[in-house]
């Protein structure tokens, strides 16, 4: 699921290349995949198939991810690593909800309170968003 900062992002992302945006796309959506989420700590592709992803320029270059790699287990160790997907999730998720209570902490710090009485005079902003019902 997208959020609205990933969505503003690839947009912005797909303004710049302009006329190549279908030779584009898939690229821009690769990097939002294998990107780590700060609430999360975990990247999109992690999540949905509990591997890391190996990025384009390391499929080209000597590194230790290709030197230990054997394709017979390589099937069974991804079997493994989609057996304990849920507990991946699960971690993940006990890592954003502890974000969002420190954010929530964050903004209540913040927050200063006051209390209106009827008859009070308020001053209200109009956006273009809010029809003034007057």
Not at 51 to 57: D, H, K, L, R, Y
Not at 92 to 100: E, G, I, L, N, P
Request: with cysteine.
């Amino acid at each position: 699921m997208m959020n609205q900062t990933l969505l503003k992002i690839i947009k912005a992302e797909l303004d710049e290349a302009k006329g190549v945006w279908p030779k584009e796309l898939p690229n821009i959506l690769w990097a939002c995949r294998t990107t780590t989420r700060t609430p999360k700590g975990e990247t999109p592709f992690r999540l949905t198939y509990d591997t890391e992803a190996a990025i384009p320029v390391e499929v080209g270059i000597i590194s230790m991810k290709r030197e230990v790699f054997h394709e017979g287990s390589n099937d069974y160790q991804l079997k493994v690593n989609l057996d304990c997907l849920d507990e991946s999730r699960d971690r993940a998720s006990h890592k954003m909800a502890k974000y969002q209570q420190k954010m929530a902490e964050y903004y209540n710090k913040r927050v200063k309170l006051r209390r209106l009485s009827i008859g009070d005079l308020v001053l209200r902003k109009v956006t273009p968003a809010i029809k003034d019902p007057t």
